[in-house]
């Protein structure tokens, strides 16, 4: 599977961003999807991700209530509503389609929060 990032950019404190990761090429129905980051000089970091079909899901406690994953399997999709940003929020966020010992990242986009 085949899988592209897109909806990143720069945004204020406490703004929005919809992060999108389109996948091609398999059955995207069957894959856990996560969303990680990574911050410049840090070690990637798990969000959330979600399973096969949209349950369950798993926040890290630094973007619980804040972050919202879901997908669309019918559009091979998967989304990551980010609102409150906060400048810690800062990194380039990955996405992940992973069954079994099989995984397949994207490329990243970019997130950029500062005034």
């Known amino acids: 599977v085949q899988l592209v990032e897109s909806g990143g950019g720069l945004v204020r404190p406490g703004g929005s961003l919809r992060l999108s990761c389109t996948a091609s090429?398999?059955?995207?129905?069957?894959?856990?999807v996560s969303w990680y980051r990574q911050a410049q000089g840090k070690a990637r970091e798990l969000v959330a991700h979600?399973?096969?079909?949209?349950?369950?899901?798993y926040y890290a406690a630094h973007v619980k209530g804040r972050f919202t994953i879901s997908r669309d399997n019918a559009k091979n999709m998967a989304s990551l509503q980010m609102n409150s940003l906060e400048p810690d929020d800062t990194a380039v966020y990955y996405c992940?389609?992973?069954?079994?010992?099989?995984?397949?990242w994207g490329q990243g986009t970019q997130v950029t929060v500062s005034s």
């Open positions: 090429g398999s059955t995207f129905s069957s894959y856990v």
């Open positions: 992940k389609a992973a069954v079994g010992w099989d995984e397949y």
């Open positions: 979600i399973d096969t079909f949209s349950s369950p899901v």
